[in-house]
């Protein structure tokens, strides 16, 4: 039996996370971030992490002649509103505050795009988070020492041991952006099943 051929894989996202999870598959991959204008104003976080990480997916896609495209956004999700990256640090403190010592939703949303046959695969996955609610002095720390620019949430959650962030339910990978465990899955899935065309 033919061993499956491992296709060409492209990241469209300029996060250094997503980088990092994506070199545990051990194989190459390029990195070609989609320079969007995301739509915001979305009533479900489902909904929303669909549509932008489609819509990524669909700006690099048409460049690709031939691999699978891989492109995810991720929202915190509270109070009915989505959590996005903070515009500044005064923005930071204000969704800290509005987090802490609550558990708040993680959606990443996940869009897989083969080409040149345009099979797409497309899933979202919530995990469940925990921000531990700090005092003042405690957020001027944490806003000076953390990465809080680029993440949406205002954190970039530890795997192993974060002293401010626990994951109830779910995934790991999924708070970090990018939920390996499944994308494993369903790109062996798309590589198993390239209808013969040698890509």
């Known amino acids: ?26 194989r190459p991959f390029e990195v070609r971030p989609a320079h969007i204008d995301e739509p915001t104003g979305f009533r479900d976080p489902r909904t929303e992490v669909q ?26 999700w509270l109070d009915g509103q989505a959590i996005l990256k903070p515009v500044d640090e005064a923005d930071a403190r204000r969704i800290l505050r509005q987090m802490g010592g609550r558990e708040h939703e993680l959606w990443t949303g ?5 080409r040149p046959d345009d099979v797409q695969l497309i899933w979202q996955e919530r995990s469940l988070v ?7 002095a405690e957020l001027d720390r944490y806003l000076a020492t953390r ?35 499944s994308l494993q899955r369903h ?13």
Do not use: C
């Not at 033919?2 to 296709?7: D, I, M, N, R, Y």
């Not at 894989?9 to 997503?18: N, V």
């Not at 996940?110 to 083969?114: D, E, G, Q």
């Not at 790109?187 to 890509?199: D, K, P, T």
């Open 1 to 26: 039996m033919e061993a499956t051929k491992q296709v060409r894989l492209i990241l469209a996202s300029a996060s250094a996370a997503r980088r990092e999870l994506l070199t545990r598959l051990g």
């Open 51 to 76: 549509t932008v990480s489609w819509l990524k997916a669909a700006a690099i896609a048409t460049t690709v002649k031939e691999g699978i495209v891989i492109s995810a956004d991720t929202i915190g």
């Open 110 to 114: 996940v869009t897989l795009w083969r």
């Open 130 to 136: 925990h921000f531990q609610g700090l005092s003042e």
């Open 147 to 181: 990465s809080w620019k680029d993440h949406s949430g205002a954190y970039a959650i530890e795997e192993q041991g974060d002293p401010y962030v626990r994951v109830v339910e779910g995934s790991v990978t999924n708070v970090i952006g990018l939920p390996m465990e």
């Open 187 to 199: 790109l062996a899935w798309l590589e198993e099943h390239n209808s013969g065309r040698g890509i």
